[in-house]
């Protein structure tokens, strides 16, 4: 009988000198810096870029707002003084189903909770991430009860081209 190898995964925030590295890891189709971007929120004290590590390869990240989400649709519902905010989540398709996304959720709320945020939210495509939205579920997060909407983002392609995506999602929550 062969003994399962253990899975050693560390958990920290983003640094400086690993930013190349998380876009050609994660983004390596796209000019937008998008890790860039979610490392000046941590920067600027309004979060923390969580990356989870095995070995010496980035495996997953979320960046963990401090102040709940800032868009106006769920703003009208939550308050966001309080509320951590969950985004940009993801996990190397070699690594999924070995804990990798529910180790940076629980540090988030780890986090979260120490800073004195008295719950945390997510946005989750609607139709198109089953898998996503039963973990979050499993997490104790809960639908918010106002219906899906539509977010968007802008980006570069890597031929310098700038477009537009979007994604109807739904808001999900959690206690702390």
């Not at 997060?141 to 392609?157: A, M, P, Q, R, T």
Request: glycine share 8%; aromatic share 10%; net charge negative.
């Amino acid at each position: 009988m062969m003994s399962e190898q253990v899975f050693t995964l560390t958990i920290k925030p983003a640094e400086d000198s690993q930013l190349d590295l998380l876009e050609e890891e994660f983004s390596p189709d796209t000019l937008s810096k998008s890790h860039y971007k979610r490392y000046d929120v941590q920067k600027r004290g309004e979060g923390v870029y969580l990356i989870a590590w095995h070995d010496h390869t980035p495996v997953g990240h979320f960046l963990l707002r401090w102040s709940g989400p800032d868009d106006a649709r769920v703003m009208k519902y939550v308050d966001v003084t309080h509320s951590a905010f969950l985004e940009a989540g993801a996990t190397s398709v070699a690594y999924r189903r070995k804990g990798i996304a529910t180790a940076l959720i629980r540090e988030a709320e780890r986090l979260a909770r120490a800073k004195g945020c008295t719950q945390i939210g997510l946005s989750v495509g609607s139709t198109d991430n089953p898998d996503a939205k039963r973990l979050y579920e499993k997490l104790g997060y809960v639908d918010w009860g106002h219906g899906e909407f539509l977010i968007s983002w802008e980006y570069i392609d890597t031929h310098g081209n700038r477009g537009t995506e979007s994604e109807v999602v739904t808001y999900m929550h959690k206690r702390l």
